[in-house]
């Protein structure tokens, strides 16, 4: 699968698309630390991201990917730069004004599930629709990632794969424009990855969420509409795919 274009290492290039921008990032940088303990885990990135879009973030541990989705998911705030959702500046939001976008605007998926073992999955995806502002009903999230007939089983009597699948339904009952993975079939054997692949792609693809997947895997770059190479805090480059492969396809 070839890509469509190829920036220069260091270069930024927008995305050759006709959908609404949901984000634009210029110059993002992240600092933590001071002195010689200075880190810079984010250093001026530029990117505009689309709706409707599956963009993998692809590079190695401690190459920004993860603080990246942090501050786009409202969780961290940047040291500099500019951060916007539509017309919503995050750089300067207040933590009220975050919290609200956290809760209209974003779906997290993790590698580790944090489900409350306690609840049944139907009970787990509730917890979300109870607080969201125009939710879809728990069996209906559950029936897009196909554990309709496991609904009222507790995290306990499910599989690893059925649970991070739970956990994509709790995510996607919100209706959340913008859907951010980091590592979600981390924990999974190849096969049951795939499973969960299955359910990202088809939570993008009919409700057109804005999906960003953070991945040491090169070979899920092959199911994205765009892929993005990170390293040392920056992008380091991006390349747009002519088709999207099956998650069905995949090999690793």
Known sequence: MQPTSSPASGSYAP???????????????????????QVRALDGVDLDLYEGELVVLLGPSGSGKTTLLNQLGGLDIPTAGELAYRDSDLTHAT???????????????????????????????GLITEIARDPMPPE??????????????????LSGGEQQRVAIARAIAKRPEVLLCDEPTGALDVRTGIVVLEALE???????????LI?????????????????????LSEHRNATRAAPSTLRW
């Open 15 to 37: 995305a050759a698309t006709s959908r609404r921008q949901v984000f634009r990032v210029r110059g993002l940088t992240k600092i933590y630390g001071e002195g010689t303990a």
């Open 95 to 125: 933590e009220a004004q975050l919290t609200n976008y956290r809760r209209n605007s974003v779906g997290f998926i993790f590698q580790f599930y944090n489900l409350i073992p306690s609840l049944t999955a139907r009970e787990n995806v």
């Open 140 to 157: 209906e999230a559950l029936a897009m990632v196909n554990l309709t007939p496991r609904m009222d089983h507790f995290p306990a009597q």
């Open 202 to 212: 088809r939570a993008n693809r009919e409700l057109g969420t804005l999906t960003i």
């Open 215 to 235: 991945t040491h895997n090169a070979v899920m770059a092959e199911m994205a509409d765009r892929v993005i190479h990170f390293s040392d805090g920056r992008v």
